[in-house]
């Protein structure tokens, strides 16, 4: 079985209804990886579309720079540790971090998707099988305006059956009034009962974050995500060793040498990997790190289906996995693109799909919709 071709299909609301806000629901780039055989596989990447499309397509320039989708026809898909090897060391001097191996991570991610549709099996049986069948799923959304609209809006999402709801990023940073403001709003709403997570959105300086992280204890948070920026290593590891709440981060991390650092030199407890980010292959050897170092692991999800497909098949055949990030974003690129819906249960738990592959399909006229059929010079 050879690669025949690979289509890169960016997917964008119409720019009256793209928000300011921190959604990755508003676009994204789907991949198909065509076969010889009939197989096509697809694929996510979770990035700024357009750079990352361009990455795949770009021509070749010199052997240690090229773009990754010409690297790919002739080859076999089964292969997959070694086309990820390759298409790593053909972008070297361009890429080793950020949305070249986001690339990777989306193309990986098609791959096994077609070892699955080969080998008829689902994706996370190829991985070694499943710890979790279900997984506790928690809504994900951003804050409201303040915190009555926050407890409104965690009010709706404990309505709808979640046991858990985690708020994140703006208006969180503006001043400790509106941050305790948003908290307390967001744990009224949820009840006693459930579980509260925050996102701070990378916002506060390391001071800042100890000080926040001390205040929100008597809101029984079950992790506290990204207080700092990505890249204030240091701090984390100043945070993380006085904090009494779990420090959660990672979703801006692609590849085990950008992992590395954050588990080695931030000391985070949980590590949140994106599978639209990472790909498989690469998820797979970051978690065993992270499990090595003592850490838990969970998806970090806020895209399409084809990503919320992806994280369960890799969180279910990781045995610390307790929870799964489940983005409620009312988009339809959110809920539209693949034709499964992976809706929670009456308990809560959203269950991991039973089909060949990641067990999803495309919805095309999804697709033909949002396409972007050219770019404005």
């Known amino acids: 079985m ?83 090897e390759r298409l790593y060391r053909s972008t070297f001097y361009y890429g080793r971090r950020g949305v070249v191996v986001q690339a990777i991570g989306g193309i990986d991610m098609a791959l096994w998707d077609i070892a699955g549709k080969y080998y008829n099996q689902p994706i996370y049986r190829l991985l070694g099988g499943a710890f979790h069948k279900k997984i506790r799923a928690y809504a994900s959304i951003l804050f409201g305006r303040n915190g009555n609209e926050t407890y409104e809006i965690a009010k709706k999402w404990v309505n709808k059956g979640f046991t858990a709801v985690k708020f994140g990023w703006a208006p969180m940073g ?10 307390e709003g967001a744990r009224r709403g949820i009840g006693d009962k459930n579980d509260l997570l925050i996102d701070a959105g990378c916002c506060w300086d390391t001071m ?25 290593l240091e701090g984390y590891r100043r ?10 981060a990672g979703e801006g991390e692609s590849g085990r040498f950008a992992w590395r650092d954050l588990i080695e030199r931030g000391g985070i407890n949980i590590a949140q990997i994106d599978i639209a980010r990472n790909g ?37 055949s990781r045995e610390t996995a307790f929870i799964f990030e489940y983005c409620v974003e009312e988009t339809p690129l959110r809920w539209e693109v693949t034709k499964q819906k992976m809706e929670i249960d009456a308990d809560g738990f959203v269950h991991v799909p039973e089909g060949q592959g990641l067990g999803v399909d495309l919805n095309e006229e999804t697709i033909e919709r949002y396409q972007v059929k050219s770019v404005e010079e």
């Open 239 to 248: 945070l993380t060793s006085v904090s009494n709440i779990a420090i959660a």
């Open 208 to 232: 800042t974050a100890v000080r926040r992280a001390k205040q929100f204890e008597d809101y029984k948070i079950l992790w506290l995500e990204e207080p700092l920026d990505q890249d204030n």
């Open 174 to 183: 503006q001043s400790e009034e509106l941050d305790l403001e948003l908290v």
């Open 2 to 84: 050879k690669i025949t071709r690979i289509e890169a299909i960016e997917l964008r609301l119409p720019e009256s209804e793209v928000l300011d806000k921190a959604s990755a629901g508003q676009n994204s780039l789907i991949l198909k990886i065509h076969t010889d055989e009939g197989i096509v596989g697809i694929g996510e990447v979770d990035s700024s579309p357009r750079v990352a499309k361009a990455a795949i397509e770009a021509p070749f320039s010199h052997s240690v720079a090229s773009g990754l989708g010409r690297i790919l026809v002739g080859m076999n898909p089964l292969d997959i540790r070694v086309i990820n």
């Open 280 to 316: 498989f292959t690469e998820a797979v050897r970051i978690a065993d790190m992270a499990e090595d170092h003592g850490l838990r692991v969970v998806n970090h999800f806020y895209t399409t289906g084809i990503n919320l497909a992806a994280g369960l098949h890799w969180l279910a």
